[in-house]
Antibody
Framework: DVQLVESGGGLVQPGGSLRLSCEGS????????MDWVRQAPGKGLEWIGR??????????EYGASVRGKFTILRDDSRNSVFLQLNSLIVDDTAVYYC??????????WGQGTLVTVSS | IHVTQSPSSLSASIGDRVTITCRTS??????LAWFQQKPGRAPQLLIS???TLESGVPSRFSGSGSGTYFTLTINSLQPEDLATYYC?????????FGPGTRVDIK
């Protein structure tokens, strides 16, 4: 079975940084594009970005609200994708989901990790 | 691409037919997906390519549409369908979600 397990969430002060991790199992991790999606408390879903696989040169795409602030990385040797969060503000408080993409679609989701930005 | 959904919420009885609408500000061909998110859970992909039901999803769910107008229909609403439903366009970057439709059971 496909499994995605996020980690690294927690409480961080405004202006701080955090690095989220997501480890995949049950599939050939290096074959797939990987996405991140977030959901603020009581709000809807927001697509953060995507990192492609090696054949696509690991190219990345980002949503407008996080471009230049968040960075997606991957390490296929560790079956892992990462989300580097910088210059955090209160509005970045959310559950962050790691998602595996299949043919453009967000087919498998992790359970999410909560990031709280507060002083 | 801006995505809207209607209604924002609805309440229906068991056995009812429910239809949710998704509109995009530009044509996205059939590059649209529907997700179900139950309370406290991660979203689940229901439909891709506007109308292709994902494996394991009950056949009472169906999707249709292309271009800028899409619908998700639940035939014969069941208690376990209590959830928020989101559409997502993947035609171009950045991908964008609709604001969601909350479905309650009367």
């Amino acid at each position: 079975d496909v499994q995605l397990v996020e980690s690294g969430g927690g409480l961080v002060q405004p202006g701080g940084s955090l690095r989220l991790s997501c480890e995949g199992s049950g599939f050939i991790f290096s074959d797939y594009y990987m996405d991140w999606v977030r959901q603020a408390p009581g709000k809807g879903l927001e697509w953060i970005g995507r990192i492609r696989n090696k054949p696509a040169n690991y190219r990345t795409e980002y949503g407008a609200s996080v471009r230049g602030k968040f960075t997606i990385l991957r390490d296929d040797s560790r079956n892992s994708v990462f989300l580097q969060l910088n210059s955090l503000i209160v509005d970045d408080t959310a559950v962050y989901y790691c998602v595996r993409s299949s043919f453009k679609y967000l087919s498998h989701w992790g359970q999410g990790t909560l990031v709280t930005v507060s002083s | 691409i801006h995505v809207t959904q209607s209604p924002s919420s609805l309440s229906a009885s068991i056995g009812d037919r429910v239809t949710i609408t998704c509109r995009t500000s530009q044509g996205v061909k059939k590059d649209l997906a529907w997700f179900q998110q139950k309370p406290g859970r991660a979203p689940q992909l229901l439909i891709s390519g506007a109308s292709t039901l994902e494996s394991g999803v009950p056949s009472r769910f169906s999707g249709s549409g292309s271009g800028t107008y899409f619908t998700l229909t639940i035939n014969s609403l069941q208690p376990e369908d209590l959830a928020t439903y989101y559409c997502l366009q993947v035609y171009n970057y950045p991908s964008t979600f609709g604001p969601g439709t909350r479905v309650d059971i009367k």
